[in-house]
């Protein structure tokens, strides 16, 4: 397994915006329940990431597995804002190395404390690799506060 790391670059939005849309599709049922329009809603515009991209206050990476794009991640200061894996590289340590990744830099930059909010799809990885639950879940999305001592 040959997975490479780097930054995102605006050559990469297209892929992005695919990887996250087919995750979405094939990862996420129990949050959107095969509901057409909070799928649509939750991808959003066909030119999200290169506005995301655009952006001073976002660090965005991708995984390469074998030359593939595998997933992708973004963190903004102390949050974890994206962590996708496309479906056909679950299972195979892309989003650990995403996570790890993503807490390094923060602590990197002083962060003490990450946090994030994770889909009812993603709840146990993110408490298997050490993120805890942080308040009551949305009632409406079902997203779920969570954070992590990072030292």
């Given at each position: ?5 780097r ?38 515009a ?81 408490q ?24």
């Amino acid at each position: 397994m040959n997975l490479n790391i780097r930054e995102a670059t605006k050559a990469d939005a297209r892929s992005m915006a695919a990887l996250r849309a087919a995750s979405i599709r094939a990862l996420c049922e129990p949050d959107h329940h095969g509901d057409e329009a909070t799928i649509k809603r939750w991808i959003g515009a066909d030119d999200k990431f290169e506005q995301l991209l655009a952006r001073d206050d976002l660090a965005i990476i991708v995984v390469e597995l074998d030359d593939q794009l595998a997933g992708l991640g973004a963190m903004s200061g102390d949050r974890v804002t994206l962590n996708y894996v496309h479906p056909d590289f679950r299972f195979r340590g892309v989003s650990k190395a995403i996570m790890q990744t993503l807490e390094s830099r923060m602590v990197a930059h002083g962060v003490l404390r990450g946090v994030l909010d994770s889909s009812v799809t993603a709840l146990r990885f993110y408490q298997a690799i050490g993120w805890q639950k942080d308040g009551p879940a949305d009632p409406e999305s079902g997203q779920q506060p969570m954070s992590k001592d990072l030292l």
